[in-house]
Each structure stands twice: as C-alpha cells, then as structure tokens.
C-alpha cells in the first residue's frame, strides 16, 4: 500500500467560494477513479504557527496506481484549484 500525503498553506485571503469548489472536487475523486483505495481530508483545527491549512490522505494499491491517479484528467482539475489557493505545498508518498 501507498500512503500518499499532502499540505496545502492557503495563500492569505483565499476566496471561500473556491475553498468550497476544492472540497466538492475533492469529494468526487474516489467515485470517479478506481485506484483511490482510502481518501481522506480537512481543515487544520489546530492553528498553531507551524500547522499548514489543509491536509490530503490517500492510498493506493501500488505506485502504478498513484501515477494514475496524478495523472487523471479529473485530478488535474481538481490540482489546477489547489495551485490557485496555495502559496506553498508540500507531499510525502510512503508504503505502509
């Protein structure tokens, strides 16, 4: 299995409505393609000075099954939201 892990620092006075256009993209992804095998994401609660916004856990069956959920045109719609929200993103991808 592939643990695939995203933060996401949102750049200062990001437009709520397309904070909800990230949620509702994010949501659709693992009807839409096979290979997201567990999907998780949220809202940082903490807020301390070292804690990003947002963070993404996902896993996959294999690193094949990761590239092609990077690589699938709905994803990339759902990352070109992401690019405009963020200043900074930082991922990890591990087996477990």
Sequence with gaps: M???VVLM???EGV?????????NGLKALPSIIPEIKSYEFG???VRSE???D???V???ENLEALKQYQEHPDHLEVLKI???LCENIIAVDFTC
């Design 58 to 60: 996902s896993g996959f």
């Design 50 to 52: 070292r804690s990003y």
């Design 9 to 11: 620092k949102f750049k």
């Design 82 to 84: 992401i690019k405009e």
């Design 2 to 4: 592939i643990r695939h």
């Design 15 to 23: 437009n709520e409505t397309r904070f909800v256009d990230l949620e």
């Design 54 to 56: 947002f963070g993404l």
């Design 43 to 45: 809202l940082d609660v």
